[in-house]
């Protein structure tokens, strides 16, 4: 399976962008999929993630602002994040993670097996 994530940038405080990942391969691999993010010092936050029967998960952060969606087609998934309002504090490195075996909804790193390589989102005041 593999995982590329594409859209990050920079934009100004208040602004919107969209994140993009591919999960290519064995579709059957790749059922539930998140977003995580990681800034200089600090650990690797969950964002949002979409599990197998498409129930959505937030980070009290970006509850609000931020949107996750999942599309399919042969043997490739979309996962997208649309984030609004977005505040300098957003500003990381975001990357999409998937796997094939969905417990309830999880923002935890740890249940994900395949991850790409990451995206800059830089929001500036």
């Known amino acids: 399976v593999h995982v590329m994530e594409s859209g990050g940038g920079s934009v100004q405080s208040g602004g919107s962008l969209t994140l993009s990942c591919t999960a290519s391969?064995?579709?059957?691999?790749?059922?539930?999929m998140a977003w995580f993010r990681q800034s200089p010092g600090k650990e690797l936050e969950g964002v949002a993630a979409?599990?197998?029967?498409?129930?959505?998960?937030?980070a009290e952060s970006v509850k609000g602002r931020f949107t996750i969606s999942k599309d399919n087609a042969r043997n490739t998934l979309y996962l997208y994040l649309q984030m609004n309002s977005l505040k300098p504090e957003d500003t990381a490195m975001y990357s999409c993670?998937?796997?094939?075996?969905?417990?309830?909804?999880?923002?935890?790193?740890?249940?994900?097996?395949?991850w790409g390589q990451g995206t800059q989102v830089t929001v500036s005041s």
């Open positions: 993670a998937a796997d094939a075996i969905c417990g309830p909804t999880s923002l935890l790193a740890e249940d994900y097996s395949y």
């Open positions: 391969g064995d579709s059957s691999n790749t059922r539930c």
């Open positions: 979409v599990g197998g029967d498409g129930t959505t998960r937030y």
